[in-house]
Structures are given as C-alpha cells and as structure tokens.
DNA sequence: AATGAATGAGCATTCATTCAT
DNA sequence: GATGAATGAATGCTCATTCAT
C-alpha cells in the first residue's frame, strides 16, 4: 500500500476526480458507487454513438436503452434526466485531455509546445465525433452542468498557458495575449474535427499537425524589424467591461 | 440589358442568386415570387432568433407563426418542411459574407490581408449568434441543402486564398498549404462567435481583430534562417484517401 | 331585443358566468368562444363520469378522448392541462346550485326554509355521483383553481344565509351562529349524496327531505323554557384566531 | 385467564380484534404476529401523512420507505399491494372511535347525548386530516376491505342509535327515523373535519362542538302543538327498493 | 427477513403536418 | 392565399411490483 507508483496514483485520482466533479450534479438512486460507474461507463458508450449520429433532441431514451439491453428504468435509476446523459458524455469527451500525460519534459519551449500540440490534436483526432458534438449540443445544458463543461475545457488550456507563458518570458516567443493565443492552438485542434468534411480531404492528420505546428510556431516567433509591434504594451489594451 | 447601373445590378445579382441558390431546394406552394421573398425574409428574420435562443427542434412552427403574426398554415404554403426554414436562415448567414464588399484594393498582400481579416471578423462579429446557430444546427440538414451550406462556407474561404496565393507567389508570405491556412484565418473568426462567453471578457472586437491579425501575418511571414522548412515540398505530402 | 324576459336574460347571465369564472384559470388555444364553449361542455359530460367511475388520477387522457371520439392532441387545444378538466367538471357541479331559481316567495321563513331546502336537495339528489367527485378530488386543485371551487361553494350557501338571518330577525327561529347552521344544511344535503350506500336502503329521497327538514326546522324552533340558552350573547363566543 | 386486568384486557381485546378484522384481508409473508403488528404501526404513521398530503394515487411505495429508513422490498413482505396500506390506515382511522371510552354514564339522555357527541368530535378534531382522508380515498378500495370500512363506520354509529333510541323511548326526544339522525350527527361531527378550512376560521372546536350540541338537542326536543307531525307513523315511510 | 436494482407497461403532454373552410 | 382546428405518433419520465442476493 505504501509504495504505489505515482503514475498509477495519479490516474486513478484522475478517473476519480472526473466522477466527482460530474456525479454531485446527477442525482442517482443507486448507491453502489462501483456499479454507478459501471453504468455511466456504459450510457456514456451508447450514447456518445446515439447523439453524434442524430443529434441529442433526436435520441430517445428508448434508442438509448434499446443499444444497451437495458430497460428505460433501469436508466433512470442512474439519471435524474436525459441531459444528465449527455453532462456525462461531454464531460468524459472533456476529460480526455486531461490524460495528456505528464507535462512535456522541460527544455526548448517551441520544442515542449510542438509536443503538446501533437498531443492534444490526436486526442482531438482520435475522437473527433465527440469534440464536434460538445459543440453542437453544449448548449443544451443549463447552469451548472453548462458552468462546468466551461470550467473543464479552460482548466485543459493552462497547460497550453503555461508552456506559452514560460515561452515568452524565456524570449523564445514573442509577446502576445496569451489566452488568445491559447486559445487559437486549441481552437485549430478543435478545427480538425469541426471541418474534417473539407480538411480529411487534403490531409492526414500528420500533416494536419505539422502544418499547424508550423503556423502556431510562426506565429509566436520573434521576427526582426518591425515584426513585433514596438509600441504595443500590452497592460494597456483595452478590456471589454 | 447593356445599360443597367452596376451598382443596382450588382445588389440585384447577388439577391438573386441567393435566392436562386436556396429556392430549387424547397418547394414552395406560392407562385409570385417577390411575395415568396418578403416571406422568406420575415421567416428567417423570426426563426433566426428563436433558433439562436432555444435551438432548431426546440422551437414550435407555432413559436414562429406566433412571432409573425401568420397562421402555420401560411407558413406551410412557403414551405415544405420546417429544416426549409432553417436552410432559409443558414443560407442568408453565409451569404453575409458575399457581401464583403469591393475586394481590397491592389497592393501590398499584407494589407490586402489585413483588410479582408477586418471585414470578415466584423461581418461575423456583426451577427454572432447566427455563427453559432451554423455551426449547432447544420447537421440538421441532409443532402443538398446540407451540401449547400459547405458550398457556400467554401465559396466565401475562395478571397482569402486568392489573397494568400497571391502573397505567396510575390513572395510576401512564406509558403503553407494555402486551403488549410484559410481555413485557419476563417477559423478565427469563428472563434469570436464560439468562444465569445470567454473571450468577450478579456477583449473587445478591435483588439481581438489587432491580435488575431498579429497572430496570423506573424505566421504568414518569412523567416530567416531555418524558419520555413527547406525540405518541404508541398505537392508531396501524403493525401488521404 | 329591447323587450328580453328577464328570467331569459339572467339564465344567460349565468352560464356566460360560470364560463367567465372558469376561463381565466384555462389558457385554451382555441379563439372561437362559441367552439370552446361546446368542447368545455363535452368534455365536462364524458370527463364526469370517467372520474366518478375511476378517479382522476385513475382515468387518463386517452379515455376522456376515446369517449369524445376526439384526439388527445384536441383536447389539448383547449385545455392546458388534465386538472383543466377537473376544474371544468367541478365548477359545473357547482354551478347548479346557482340555478335553483327564482328566491322563494316571501312568507313563512320556515317555509322559504323548506322550500329552499327542498330545491337544494334535489338538485344534489339529482347528480349525486358529482358532489361525491367534488369531496373526493377538489384537493387535486391548487391556488385560484381550488379558491374557485371554495368560492362557489360559499355564494351557493348565502342563499340559505339570508334565510335564516332573515328568520332570526323575524323571531321565527332560534338566535343561533348563521355560517354553522348554514353549513348544517347544505352539509345534510351532500350527505344524501355521500352516503347514500347505506341511506339510499332506508329511505327513498323524499323521505330523507322530509326528516331532515323536520330535523332542520325543529332545531332551529324557539322552545319554551330553558330550550334556549339565556345566557348566550352570540358575540362573546369566542372566535378561533 | 380470569384474573386479567380489566384495562389491560379490554386494551388488548381492542387491539386485537382490529388487526383480527385487517389481517384476514391482507396477506403477509411474515409469520411473528407481534413483527407483523409493529411494522403495521409503523406504516400507518408513515403512509397517513404522506396519503393525507399528496394523496393515495400520488404518494409511491419509495416515499413511504423512505419515510420509514425500511426497504421497498420489506414493505412489500407485509402487504401484498399498495392498497394494503390504505386499508390498513383507513381502518386504523376508524378504529379511533372505538375509543371513546366507556359509555356515558346511564342518566338524561339529552347528558348522555351530549357526552357522547363531545367525545365523538373530540376525536375528530384530534386528527381531523385523517377523517378527510377516509372521504377522499375510501373509493381506492374495493371488495371485502371496502366493505370493512362502511362496517366500521356503522358500528360506530351504534352507540349514538343506542342513545337515540333510549331518548325516544323515555319521551326525552322526539320521534324520528333514527339511522338518519344518528348518521346527521356523525355527518356534523366529520364537517369539522371536512370543511375547517372554513369553519376554523369562524370558531374553536369547544364553540363548534357547543354550537352543534344545541342544534342537535334542539333538533330532537318534542315540541308544544303541531312541532310533531302528528300523523306520522315511522314504519309506513316508504322504503327505497 | 431484508435489500434495492431492475423491469416495462403506462401516462401526460407535445408538435409537425394536414385540410376543410 | 390564408386560416387554425384537428390529428396521432412520438417521447420523457414514473412507479408498483418482482426477485436475485
């Protein structure tokens, strides 16, 4: 018991902690914990499939309980509501980027960003049907659960934060608004899924990640002359109130 | 037909051909056509904004109806099914974007740029709402009037290509796979309308166009040494079937 | 139209009453009146008898539309909700008693007693099963629905009110609490109606009104004596706060 | 067997003899007597409330075993359905009134009358919710256990018929069909209950019960000249076929 | 004896679409 | 052309009851 591995530790604290934030906001009358999560395990599974292919609005809880050879009762032991299927859906869809692994080894920061691209875009590529449905059906969710797939996609940005911030203090970037910039890495992941209808045909998904990791480098690289904007200091930009 | 004023044919053109674009896609019961138009446009005026507030299925013909001031059944002498209206209303947000304007003014490519970025975002801006409806609820639509939306969105990414291949050939922006960088500029403008909930806290329109335009002609640019791969080249990279 | 009987004209008065009472609490798709009015009626006639037989809660929407030989979604355009046609049911029963007529002629207390009496039970005696719903049900109604019935109940009992003041203040009968006695006779009626299982084996109903009017106007005669408490000052009774 | 205590006796008699009534009509799996008594107290407390507030129809089996921290599976190891429990609460009602103690000292009758209809009242006011019960859900049950409960309402009765009867025969009270009185009495005593939403507002129990006393006394006193219809011979009312 | 997860028929309500007027 | 009442299949959710443990 004392001499864990730390890695095994921390992915289980991770698969806890992913229950934990979802589970206070579903109200389940079952009390076996193991067999909860066995449950969502498996409505997560059917359903994921269900609402890409029709839309959330379009998958009746029959459809839903028809793909698992379970009652429609038995489903609502586990779920107060339908939306409650999908919080968990998307919340798993959020968390896999947490499994990014540990963060990329220091070094290079161009070289720790490029990793940390590549990451997040094949986890993005290995399931794009999911990233292409939080963004249709997010909005479908209401106040906390709608709070906290917010909260789970910004809490997968900071990674991105970090290595961009470490990057620009250490010179190897230029001076930028970091959480725009953050956000437009994870925003061109995000577009290998969003128009893969387009982009599938062009590129795979190496060259998908190479071309970006171009455009991103580029992007952040210090240039000569009149590059970098002299004039601009960014405390001074304008916020939105 | 040799002498019509430009400017009222161009508008007239452009009118036409969207309707042109949309009505063989849906069967209207009604013959006169300028009645059809004013129809069309009170429906996508009223079933724009109740889509945009609580999504495609979860709005009534009757909560559309009712915001018109008609009966449903006129609304049905319009058109066929209730996904017409949505198609009615998808395609006049894309068309916004053929509104764009004269393209910029010859000259330097960075500016040429510059100015497209500025006039797209703000369209986009102008109209977040209808950017999120596109991209929640397209996948609603089958067959042709689905193909018609990826035509059209396609259609609007052909200025910045120009814009880009034109800075490439003169040496102005550095050498990328121009359908994908495209498709990274237009991305970023999307991202206004998708991410606005976090983004509009942080900045406001201008200096997120500033950013963003910084952002993408800082990796639009040339670098010295080791910057732009030497080995790359283009026409090689692996399509994927 | 200037010479309309005026017993004509206030039965009119009175069902556009009722119908002014119970309309407000019903939002009813229909615009129609005259088309609501006729649905309201029907759906009072095959709604009254299901809940007798079974219960509210026993008898579902698809046997009141089975009845009517109407849709369910019909129904639904005139009613909001299945306690609607409960409020509709109980309001009508209600409003029978509003129709026992013209005031008995001046005279005799007793004997306007009698005669209100008289009316009075028979109306109940000749829609028994519905006062019997009315005990069982009225509590499925929540704020003005409920208050509504309450309120119906109460102005049938005024007639029987005015009587009896009447008759005190003639010296005809016994000073006594008016809104308790009142309500001993309108509460003797309905229990024609609530236990005829077992007074229905005793007596036919003109016997029963005519032991309970001996019953009622001999406890409300003078008696000589100490029959009446001297000491009683009705106002000093206490009232419950 | 002979040296009982009286009190204890007839407390244990009476307990006895109302489950000796119940449990016939309902089959238990469990065998201890004294288990099977205990868990009957225990559902009735928790179901009354729980019927009183919501209803029979409205309240389910997992409310009542959550009320009691008890299995929905133990519950049904006592009762073989939901209507059990309403029996079984009913029942428990009704049985009150076989606690009104020893009859009233032999002496007037008007006293005895008097004594009786306080006690009688008393313990309707004492719990008046389940009166109101009993009016609102009696139709739930069918056969022998709905049989029971009109049982147990009538033999109630007797004691005030008794006193009726005794009153008649001494000349204290007039002549009169003496199961309708009886039930008139019953009938005011349950009004307490069945319309304090109203009365309670006018006056306290000790005023309602003095009010009634007087109205019933007064009802019953023979009368000077015509008070007695002479020419009424009991026995030739015609009875209802 | 007790537990509580599972079942699945049942029900209120919705809503796209039709069609008589 | 327009109206709006009617249709009825569809759907989310409930809950009495069972039964394996």
Redesign the pocket.
Known sequence: MAKQRPSARRGDDRRRSWLERVRPLIAS????PS?VER?YGELIAAAARLFQEKGF??????DIAGRLN?????I???V????DILLLTLARTLWRFQKLGPPPPDGDPAQRLRELIRRYYRVIAADAPSTLLAYRESYVLRGEARQLTKDMELETNRAFEAVLRDGIARGAFRRCRVEVVTYDIVMLGHMWALKRWYLGRLVDLDAYIAEQTDFILSALSRRRGSGERRDRSLPRIPRRV
């Open positions: 009358q079952v009390g076996d067999l449950r609005d379009r998958t009746t809880i029959d379970i009652s429609v009762g038995a609502y032991r586990y107060e509501r339908k939306e």
